[in-house]
């Protein structure tokens, strides 16, 4: 970041130009975006409001903390780490390098849950759905998000890093509904099955490791050098974490539960066979808002006669 004059101010506008410049330069997408995220995070203003005072002289302490960040964005790292927060449903989570930046592809899961919902409100005799589990929560945005959207949900959610336990906590606390989540530290459905509620959960959604060995060096270098590849790598055929979720399914969920599993973009067959494989129930497989098959729905309500 070059030195102006008294005369040449690094106003707003300037520097929302250069570093969008730069990050192209340097190839890093959604270079504009960046740019008003890191300074918005500086200015400690929402980034619609850097437009509102575009020639808003810069101090020499904003430029102090903008520089060592705008830095590590053109190295890749990705701006939601940087700032602390990723959104997920147009609500803020706290991330860091412990857990993954929660993605759009994941609100898939959500709607599904909530398309059901809908047809209990309707007045159909959809089951209540009053036990949750959440496996690999992660961040926590999947079990937050459920608990704030279905009253008096309550929820477990686990994972197998206690860092990541730690920010869904603190996630939790964030948004209210802390008194409703338990967190709980393991793999996979082992961790729920002695708080398994008498009837088995009424809803289980996970979001797992699926990336493949042979699709790891594909990925954009943001996402292989800085999220946590424990919740990313999925083994020789993704499918690693997986497998035993669907396996163990029939130990946690309800006769009349539901079951939403994301997984990769080339995976819709494979995992589409496990369920069935496992004979979990009437299974199909749903979109993300992208028009990618993304997410397997097992809805035990649903009779195969139906």
């Not at 400690?44 to 850097?50: F, M, R």
């Not at 599993?261 to 808002?289: H, K, S, T, W, Y």
């Amino acid at each position: 970041m070059a030195t102006h004059s008294i005369e040449e101010p690094w106003t707003t506008r300037r520097l929302l130009a250069w570093m969008g410049d730069h990050f192209e330069s340097k190839d890093i997408q959604g270079h504009e975006v960046m740019a008003q995220l890191l300074l918005s995070h500086v200015l400690g203003v929402e980034p619609i409001l850097l437009f509102t005072d575009p020639d808003r002289p810069t101090s020499v302490e904003e430029l102090d903390r903008l520089r060592p960040l705008v830095r590590r964005a053109a190295s890749d790292e990705p701006v939601q780490y940087l700032i602390g927060e990723g959104n997920f449903l147009a609500r803020a989570f706290e991330v860091g390098p412990s857990v993954l930046i929660p993605r759009s592809a994941s609100e898939a899961i959500i709607q599904s849950v909530l398309d059901r919902q809908r047809g209990r409100a309707a007045g159909g005799d959809v089951p209540e759905i009053r036990h949750a589990a959440d496996i690999g929560t992660g961040s926590g945005c999947l079990a937050i998000t459920l608990a704030l959207h279905v009253p008096g949900l309550e929820v477990v959610a686990g994972d197998l890093s206690t860092d990541a336990l730690e920010v869904a906590r603190r996630n939790a606390e964030r948004h209210g509904v802390a008194d409703r989540i338990e967190f709980v530290h393991g793999d996979g459905c082992g961790p729920l099955l002695e708080r398994r509620p008498e009837a088995g959960f009424d809803l289980v959604v996970t979001n797992p490791p699926y990336i493949a060995d042979s699709t790891w060096q594909t990925l954009d270098e943001s996402v292989r050098e800085h999220e946590p590849s424990m919740a990313l790598r999925g083994g020789a055929d993704g499918l690693d974490t997986i497998t035993p979720i669907i396996d163990g399914l029939d130990r946690i969920l309800a006769d009349d539960g539901f079951f939403v599993l994301e997984f990769g973009d080339d995976q819709a067959v494979p995992v589409g066979n496990l369920a069935e494989r496992a004979g979990i129930g009437p299974a199909r497989i749903g979109l993300d808002m992208h028009g990618d098959e993304r997410i397997l729905i097992v809805d035990r309500w649903v009779r195969p006669d139906s």
